[in-house]
């Protein structure tokens, strides 16, 4: 779609050196990245390709001829069958039709439960929401958002299944009862979640079954804490009390949780946890907190970090001996090899720790060694940072008496058992590590019983498969990461038959008897729960009933102390650095399907991943400079030519091989590890270790080509559905029990082959610069002098094309004759800020918003194309200051949808009205008038639109060319996944533009809520309904009391929504009152209603790198 190009200033030539970029086809200057700034889709993403063309041509020559013979028969007029309202014979009790009924419950996780309200219409979950009451409520991740949609995955296991055969839940019940009276030597297996339910269980199961051995498994949960610690012994991390941190590799703030992280975020955003207090002063830096970051790969923690140390993995535990050894930890000594800046970044980090000795907090990354979680202890300790009212504290968890994985392959390789029940949400005959060969290991035994949600590779190992019920379909509890008594309860019945971990668990302790359930009793699950909530808060109803309402009942772990620790550094610390020949490896979680418990999972398929926006695939990842060692970067190749239609210019672009653009092919590797070789496309990666290989897990697990060591689908046996199938490549067989996490000595050699991927790093690029923004806590050169923190927040607003803009003259006429704005409603005027300093670009609001507002899911191909439908842009920038360092730059993430105009461009060229604004600010969408000229996305600035290029609600994305077979294609009529929709959002069409609607259904929602109280109280008042009166602050929402769904999922409090006029009063008014407040593209007169809020920087100005901090953008204009 062509599309007027306005020819932007360009940078000033004593600028070049300030780099900020968000792909290295912009920082090259690459004129395919100029092209993508000129489009506002990418290449072809409007037109049908030629062979999508010859697909709609086949498919109109079979209608037409489908067409004719049913009109030969005298079909013409068919009609779809009637179809009738079934109305309840027993309505349920709260239920009213298109009213919202809300459930606490919770989400068990290893790293304690997430307390969650479920949002439910006429008894279907549709969205969860964090529970703000449980004190350990720390906002939702894009996993949490997302397990909803597991709930309705039409692929989910349905069958029960006998030696990987479809079997009769009847036959499954009479081998459970035999099972059950003679179990001889029996293992069970569960995950690492904390339970005290199944802990007393298994207590029962001990005293019943003599010599019954429980064990627990799961990928990527590492045992070396608890090894270092004690058993069961967690360190739990109250951020508020930390006003310095130093984290060895550990994501504490996205997938690696030692504590409720919204603290953190409180101070550094200045330190108030009273949300009537938030923003009402500007960030003091004295009460900032300061992050120190020593990883491999770029985490969203590392984004965030103050400072970060890029190290390889094998010489992390080397920088951990020295910080100890700086601050006279008993036993270390310096270790040998380090160079001149990193002894100056640990003498000025172990100074600064030492000068916050109890108020400051040492972390380490769970996969990392005994040693290094050793060390950190002791590190702790030395700064007097552990105790009950200090920043770490040690606390003892339940269940103890666990063995683990290695012990499981033991005892079933001695025949120690004979039977073992694997109720562990992992995938162990796919993401053990290779040596143990666990699927070999699980045939020696004589009966196999697999539970689980999907039919996965070990379901079909096993000699017994059970379909599991969802968390939202079942009874449990779980602990929260301090120590509160979470509950589960069930918010549908099980879909498709499910049982509770608990009902079986409760069926070997009573010869086999499942106790189910029905609308009307309680399952087992129900009992036990019970039992356990009553022996520890007693047996009052109201006490169960209160708590069970709230979702959780307060309680707390016991405290553990911490005996003598001596590291055992060993040859660890004089680890030689790795070398081009001879590469470290990071197994790393991925943040789309975690383990690969998430395959099937299409919204997290689609998110981009927060750092490489790389989707529906994992790659492995290296270093610029490594690339270019490799000869991966070296090469370039011809962009295919441009069809000359309608007088578009053909071009031929050169393009660096390095997977962007509509026809991205990743180079092809092969990693080579012990005597195993892995064929992976790879990705260049900014602020990744030289010679270091991250491979992301979980991908590969069916695939229907010969891609390399994806396991071979089949359809008799799916262990995936239409979601997983060809969805990346399997990393596990690398790994050993050994280097489970992280491993040494990798050999990569270069490949001839392509692999297509799909990145969305360089879509909807926006013009501008300076476009995200931070600031210094210490002075920065800014033109010829240094300026302070008071005077770079005085810039905030001046930084890029801001800084030497003359004021807009609007052509527009925003007021009336009286200064008023025109079309203001004088009850509501909504608005958004967005605080980049607290943003990690986790991915929770774009899921959140997926799941609130009914946005389809388009596949692989179509993201290619430029055509994801999500509302939410989360753009990520690299930034460099001109002397430092563009192998490790900073990174900003940048959270991007529709910002609601007052002067809204895509207004004035719609030529149906589609989109207007309404009198509450407003820029909303009539779907139903829209035609689909797409004027309006070609007119908005931000790029913030999305077209519905095919109807993606209707016809399923995920089969391929399904979408080019029009009636012909395959519909999702009946899926499943429909009872997840949110009835109070229209599903949109094919043809329809749509975008960000501030949750307009919510605000609507909270105003009839808010008539009905108000008129209730003036009829209370007034004699009769004629006298009733009632005034604009009587009709307004009350104070921050509605939140869209972006801003509730939030776990950093990154984004507040709220009132204009309620003044000061809102923490959204006071965040847009700051200096640090500034808008979008404000040059060019739009007046959003989004405006965002600068990064700051707290440095250290004693580190080498502090005057290259946070002064990134400061000098561009």
């Known amino acids: 779609m062509s599309k007027r190009v306005w020819n932007h200033p360009e940078v000033p030539a004593d600028e070049l050196a300030t780099r900020v970029w968000r792909s290295p086809g912009e920082l090259e200057g690459s004129p395919l990245f100029q092209d993508y700034l000129d489009r506002e889709f990418p290449e072809k993403s409007g037109e049908l390709t030629e062979e999508e063309r010859e697909l709609s041509r086949r498919n109109f020559v079979k209608l037409m001829g489908a067409s004719s013979a049913l009109a030969g028969l005298g079909l013409a007029s068919c009609r779809r069958p009637e179809t009738y309202i079934v109305p309840y014979t027993e309505a349920p009790e709260w239920v009213i039709p298109g009213k919202a009924l809300y459930y606490a419950s919770a989400m068990p996780r290893p790293s304690g439960a997430v307390p969650l309200v479920v949002t439910t219409f006429e008894g279907r979950p549709t969205k969860l929401e964090p529970n703000t009451e449980c004190p350990d409520s720390d906002g939702t991740d894009a996993f949490v958002q997302a397990s909803i949609l597991n709930l309705y995955d039409p692929f989910r296991s349905k069958d029960v299944l006998k030696n990987g055969k479809k079997s009769s839940r009847q036959e499954f019940d009479a081998a459970l009862v035999e099972l059950a009276k003679n179990p001889g030597k029996i293992g069970f297996v569960f995950g690492e979640d904390d339970s005290p339910t199944r802990n007393r269980l298994v207590g029962e199961l001990k005293k019943k079954f003599a010599g019954a051995q429980v064990y627990r498994y799961e990928a990527l949960e590492s045992g070396n804490p608890q090894q270092a610690l004690g058993e069961g012994v967690k360190a ?171 012990k499981l392959a033991q005892d079933l390789d001695s025949g120690a058992i004979e039977t073992v029940v694997l109720l562990t949400p992992a995938n162990p005959v796919y993401d053990t590590p290779a040596d143990l060969d666990f699927k070999a290991l699980l045939a020696k035994a004589k009966t196999s019983l697999h539970w689980g949600l999907r039919t996965d590779a070990t379901a079909y190992a096993a000699t017994w498969h059970l379909p599991a019920a969802h968390y939202l379909e079942s009874w449990g509890d779980s602990k929260t990461a301090t120590g509160h008594h979470a509950l589960l309860q069930p918010l549908i019945l099980p879909l498709y038959d499910g ?158 091989e390095i997977g962007e653009g509509e026809k991205a092919r990743a180079h092809m590797v092969d990693v080579t590890l012990g005597d195993k070789t892995l064929k992976i496309p790879v990705l260049v990666s900014f602020g990744l270790a030289e010679n270091t290989i991250v491979l992301p897990v979980g991908y590969g697990q069916a695939a229907d080509d010969d891609r390399f060591s994806a396991l071979k689908f089949s359809k008799s046996k799916p262990t995936v559905g239409l979601v997983g199938v060809n969805s990346g490549f399997n990393v596990y067989p690398l790994r050993t029990a050994e280097t489970s996490f992280l491993a040494r000595g990798a050999k990569v050699a270069n490949n001839t082959g392509r692999y297509p991927v799909a990145l969305t790093q360089e879509h909807h690029a926006m013009y501008g610069r300076a476009l995200a923004r931070e600031i210094s806590t210490n002075p920065v050169e800014f033109h010829g002098h240094e300026a302070d923190y008071k005077e770079q927040l005085k810039k905030v607003k001046k930084q890029g094309m801001d800084s030497h803009m003359p004021p807009n ?24 800020a967005i605080d980049l300093n607290v943003c990690t670009g986790c991915n929770a609001c774009l899921v959140a918003c997926q799941a609130e507002n009914n946005i389809p899911v388009v596949g692989k191909e179509q993201v290619a194309k430029g055509r994801e439908m999500h509302w939410i842009r989360m753009d990520r920038y690299y930034a460099a200051a001109p002397d430092g360092n563009e192998d490790n730059p900073e990174m900003i993430p940048q959270p991007v949808a529709c910002v609601q105009c007052e002067l809204a461009p895509c207004e004035t060229v719609c030529p149906v009205n589609a989109t207007v604004h309404t009198e509450e600010g407003l820029n909303a969408m009539a779907y139903n008038r829209c035609i689909g000229t797409r004027y309006c996305a070609n007119n908005c600035p931000y790029k913030a639109r999305r077209f519905n290029f095919f109807d993606y609600n209707k016809r399923n994305p995920l089969v391929p060319k399904n979408l080019y077979k029009g009636p012909l294609g395959e519909k999702q009529v009946g899926d499943s996944r429909h009872l997840q929709r949110n009835p109070n959002v229209s599903v949109r069409m094919r043809g329809v533009m749509e975008k960000c609607t501030y949750c307009v259904q919510r605000l609507e929602d909270a105003k009839i809520k808010r008539k009905q109280i108000t008129r209730k109280k003036a009829l209370g008042v007034a004699s ?94």
């Not at 399952?523 to 069970?548: I, M, N, P």
């Not at 590469?583 to 790393?588: M, P, Q, R, S």
């Not at 009350?1038 to 923490?1067: E, R």
């Not at 290259?1108 to 000098?1115: D, E, L, Q």
């Open 236 to 406: 739990v991390v109250d951020f508020s009390k930390a006003d310095r941190i130093l984290s060895f590799d550990c994501d504490f703030t996205e997938l690696d949780h030692v504590g409720a992280v919204k603290p953190f975020f409180d101070r550094r955003q200045g330190g108030s946890h009273d949300k009537d207090k938030l923003y009402a002063h500007e960030i003091d830096p004295k009460k900032m907190n300061r992050l120190y970051q020593v990883e491999a790969a770029y985490s969203l923690t590392g984004g965030i970090a103050d400072h970060r140390l890029r190290t390889a993995p094998s010489q992390i535990i080397k920088m951990a001996a020295a910080v100890a050894a700086a601050l006279g930890v008993a036993g270390v000594s310096e270790p040998a090899g380090l160079s001149d800046e990193e002894k100056q970044w640990v003498k000025a980090c172990a100074a600064d720790l030492q000068a916050h000795e109890g108020k400051s907090a040492v972390l380490a990354g769970s996969r990392h060694s005994v040693a290094l979680h050793q060390l950190v202890a002791a590190i702790n300790k030395r700064l007097r940072n552990l105790g009950a009212d200090k920043p770490v504290k040690l606390v003892q968890t339940g269940g103890q008496g666990y063995g683990d994985l290695a």
């Open 809 to 832: 003259k609007s052509i527009y006429k925003p007021n009336d004759d009286k200064g008023q704005p025109l079309m203001s409603d004088k009850i509501h005027q909504w608005a958004m």
């Open 1024 to 1117: 009769t309904s004629e006298q009733a009166s009632v005034s604009n602050e009587d009709l307004r929402i009350k104070v921050d009391s509605v939140k869209v769904a972006c801003q509730s999922a939030c776990s950093a409090n990154a984004i507040t929504f709220g009132n204009k006029l309620d003044g000061d009063k809102s923490s959204m008014v006071r965040a847009k009152n700051s200096k640090r407040n500034y808008d979008l593209l404000n040059y060019i007169g739009t007046l959003p209603r989004t405006s965002y809020l600068a990064r700051v920087k707290n440095p250290n100005d004693k580190m080498p790198d502090a005057k290259s901090i946070g002064r990134a953008t400061i000098n561009i204009h």
């Open 499 to 656: 049982v509770g971990e608990l009902e079986l668990l409760n069926a070997f302790l009573n010869e086999g008897e499942l106790k189910l359930g029905d609308e009307k009793t309680p399952s087992a699950g129900y009992d036990e729960v019970r039992k356990t909530f009553d022996a520890a808060f007693g047996k009052e109803l109201s006490t169960w009933s209160q708590a069970l309402q709230m979702g959780f009942a307060e309680a707390s772990y016991e405290e553990a102390t911490l005996g003598n620790v001596s590291p055992d550094l060993g040859e660890a610390v004089n680890a030689s650095a790795p070398t081009q020949d001879s590469l470290d490896v990071i197994f790393a979680s991925d943040a789309s399907v975690w383990d690969g418990r998430y395959i099937d999972n299409s919204w997290l398929q689609e998110a981009p991943d927060p750092i490489s926006k790389l989707t529906w695939d994992n790659v492995a990842y290296v270093s610029p400079k490594t690339a270019k060692a490799l000869g991966i970067s070296d090469k370039l190749v011809e962009l295919e030519p441009v069809n000359n239609v309608a007088g578009v210019m053909t071009k031929n672009a050169p393009r660096p």
